[in-house]
């Protein structure tokens, strides 16, 4: 086992090497320069939506209109989906660049973190095995442990399975094609006791793979669930 002073050593060996690079400007230091942190825009308690219908919601919770016995509860996102964010979030998804997650979730304010709901555990939205395998990591899993953390709760990451390769969300054109694509997608492997689930992502575009997601959960006895992504 390497003693701390021996993992510094090897950690500064590797930053020296391998520099880290400020994901919107490229600026040697930190994958957020001073400068970028300024762009991010963090979405404010009244522009909180409903992840049924999208419109706004007091306090991200789903319209009593919207709500169904098998949908989402609720949802909060910490970030606008634009600037240094969105590059961080593609770094993470394209680049590989796993290590940029502790920083990228030290930058939630603690403020946001009290607008989640309390829950038992949190549930990362899983990658296909076969996307898994390509990529070598979930980015919804190395953001959403880093976050549980500083929510004090536990991940569970062998309940929930992607069990249908799809199309990105992005490219469906219409709600139909969105809902259709994501039919079937998830399998809940175990039953859950009436517990409180907080759902992970990285982004709500659509909300189609939240909800489907939440559905699944639902009908294996999930109480309650509630989304929470670090941007939207």
């Known amino acids: 086992m390497y003693n701390n002073s021996t993992w510094r050593f090897f950690v500064g060996i590797l930053d020296f090497l391998f520099p880290k690079r400020c994901v919107g400007c490229g600026r040697v230091g930190s994958y957020f320069c001073e400068s970028c942190r300024a762009k991010i825009r963090y979405v404010a308690v009244n522009e909180s939506i409903c992840p049924m219908c999208e419109r706004p919601a007091i306090d991200g919770v789903t319209h009593p209109g ?12 910490f970030f606008r989906y634009d600037g240094p964010v969105r590059k ?7 680049r590989l660049v796993s290590d940029v997650s502790a920083e990228f979730v030290g930058l939630v304010p603690a403020s946001s ?21 390509s990529r070598g990591f979930n980015q919804a899993e190395v953001l959403g442990k880093s976050v549980a953390a500083r929510l004090n709760i536990p991940v569970r990451t062998d309940i929930l399975r992607r069990v249908k390769i799809t199309t990105p969300q992005v490219s469906m054109k219409t709600r139909d094609a969105r809902l259709g694509n994501m039919k079937n997608v998830f399998r809940a492997v175990k039953t859950i006791q009436n517990g409180d689930i907080i759902l992970f992502d990285d982004v709500f575009t659509t909300g189609a793979t939240m909800r489907s997601a939440a559905n699944t959960l639902k009908r294996k006895g999930a109480k309650r669930v509630w989304a929470v992504t670090m941007a939207r």
């Open 113 to 133: 973190l009290n607008d989640v709901p309390k829950a038992d555990c949190s549930i990362p939205i899983p990658l296909h095995p076969t996307r898994l395998r």
């Open 66 to 77: 919207c709500r169904t016995r098998y949908g989402l509860d609720g949802l909060t996102s």
């Open 88 to 94: 961080a979030v593609k770094v993470l998804k394209y």
